[in-house]
């Protein structure tokens, strides 16, 4: 079970926070939010950078820095909603490089996490904040709906989105150590806080497994956790990945559900968030923290696209681990 690297994309003046994948004309494509005050667009194909850099966030206390980027499909056009350190949350179309419109709000402070999905058939954003609150932007009229989600008592740093039961969830971590889950066409938290993080929760991700929605929460204790999202109970063992957690995703390779995990010590490690084993061998090449990973398919190939504090954008090919784990003999 083996994976390679495909490519290293470099471009960043300094180091990347956070990263997305969509589709542009075809051609799958990352997009990468750094401390450089700028968003910059792939062509994973070809492995160049799509235009310019896309530049507009100004920073107040904490600078343009781009803590967080996500994309969506409005008005059938791709696009990405960005923020960070700066008051501002920009969405940019993906075909053109260009600012659709104003900022969604130029009010509310540090924007920390984002993740998009659809309510009532339209698209909409889930914002995480430096307040502790969560909000709901919808994309296509470019407004907040109803007021902020509260609950978390610190930084949301985590936010990531599924379906359960029929409805439209967002999954939220933050520094106060919790997972938080929303229904978000009732606008109200299920249930109580998801326990058992030590420290701050800085990534999260969705899945499907057995036909059970679950999320992939990481932790500043290296801990990596999964959840039941119907019943908000551990589906699984915690998984320890032995260094800082920046980033987390998902990915299905051949029909095995794949966690990643990007740490602080540079590596990402590929874990089956079923039995809490480690799949493979770790991918090596960043020399600094991994902020941002992502997943996509490339030629037909399941890859995973990560960034650095170490300035450089990754992609690696996945295909070499949807062979079984081997080892019984009977």
């Known amino acids: 079970m083996t994976s390679r690297l495909r490519s290293t994309l470099t471009g960043h003046e300094h180091g990347i926070w956070s990263l997305a994948t969509a589709v542009v004309d075809g051609r799958p494509v990352a997009l990468t939010g750094s401390h450089d005050e700028t968003v910059r667009i792939w062509d994973l194909i070809d492995g160049r950078p799509v235009g310019g850099p896309l530049v507009g966030h100004n920073g107040l206390i904490y600078n343009g820095e781009v803590w967080s980027?996500?994309?969506?499909?409005?008005?059938?056009?791709?696009?990405?909603?960005?923020?960070?350190?700066?008051?501002?949350?920009?969405?940019?179309?993906?075909?053109?490089?260009?600012?659709?419109?104003?900022?969604?709000?130029?009010s509310i402070g540090c924007m920390c996490a984002v993740a998009t999905t659809v309510l009532d058939r339209r698209p909409i954003a889930v914002t995480g904040?430096?307040?502790?609150?969560?909000?709901?932007?919808?994309?296509?009229?470019?407004?907040?709906?109803?007021?902020?989600?509260?609950g978390h008592t610190d930084w949301v740093e985590a936010v990531a989105t599924a379906v359960v039961d029929g409805r439209p969830v967002a999954v939220t971590g933050s520094n106060d150590k919790t997972v938080r889950v929303w229904d978000l066409a009732d606008r109200?938290?299920?249930?109580?806080?998801?326990?058992?993080?030590?420290?701050?929760v800085r990534a999260a991700a969705t899945a499907v497994v057995s036909g059970r929605p679950v999320a992939v929460t990481g932790d500043f204790d290296g801990t990596v956790r999964v959840w039941?999202?119907?019943?908000?109970?551990?589906?699984?063992?915690?998984?320890?990945?032995?260094?800082?957690?920046?980033?987390?995703?998902?990915?299905?390779?051949?029909?095995?559900?794949i966690a990643l995990v990007g740490s602080g010590d540079g590596t990402v490690r590929m874990w089956d968030p079923v039995t809490s084993q480690p799949i493979g061998e770790p991918l090596e090449g960043h020399k600094s923290m991994v902020w941002g990973a992502a997943t996509t398919l490339?030629?037909?190939?399941?890859?995973?696209?990560?960034?650095?504090?170490?300035?450089?954008?990754?992609?690696?090919?996945?295909?070499?681990?949807?062979?079984?784990a081997r080892g019984h003999t009977g």
């Open 298 to 324: 490339l030629d037909g190939r399941p890859v995973a696209v990560t960034g650095s504090n170490d300035k450089t954008v990754r992609v690696w090919d996945l295909t070499g681990l949807a062979a079984p």
């Open 129 to 150: 904040h430096a307040d502790g609150a969560v909000r709901v932007w919808d994309l296509t009229g470019r407004e907040q709906i109803g007021e902020p989600l509260t």
């Open 188 to 200: 109200e938290q299920i249930g109580e806080p998801l326990a058992g993080h030590t420290n701050e």
């Open 228 to 257: 039941d999202l119907a019943t908000r109970r551990p589906a699984a063992e915690p998984l320890e990945a032995h260094s800082k957690v920046g980033a987390v995703t998902t990915a299905v390779v051949g029909s095995r559900l």
């Open 69 to 106: 980027v996500a994309t969506a499909v409005v008005d059938g056009r791709p696009v990405a909603i960005s923020g960070g350190g700066s008051n501002l949350i920009q969405m940019w179309d993906l075909a053109t490089g260009r600012h659709v419109g104003e900022p969604l709000d130029q």
